[in-house]
């Protein structure tokens, strides 16, 4: 499994709509995408929640992404993300 970091960003929409039922929705969502999530805040500042949560493949990150957006009507930026000891491995560090 690739982890992922998921940054959202509410629509005035989206805002209107935030309950758990909808929170529930998309983890099942991302379960339904084979994914995993691992954690998920809400935040201050440039965006308003991030998500770490694991998938099978780039696709099925791809299709979470644009899958919660249309469901929740919150952005999502998506990144893969490594660890810092699986990077150093790479570098041969």
Known sequence: ??????????SSEAVRDISANRTDKSLGLIKELGGKVISMYT????????????????????RASLGLTILTGI???SYPAISVSDFDKMIGK
């Open 1 to 10: 499994m690739q982890a992922f970091v998921m940054l959202g960003k509410y």
């Open 43 to 62: 935040l201050l500042g440039g965006y308003d929640v991030v998500l770490t949560a694991e998938f099978p493949n780039l696709e099925a990150a791809m």
């Open 75 to 77: 952005g999502f930026s």
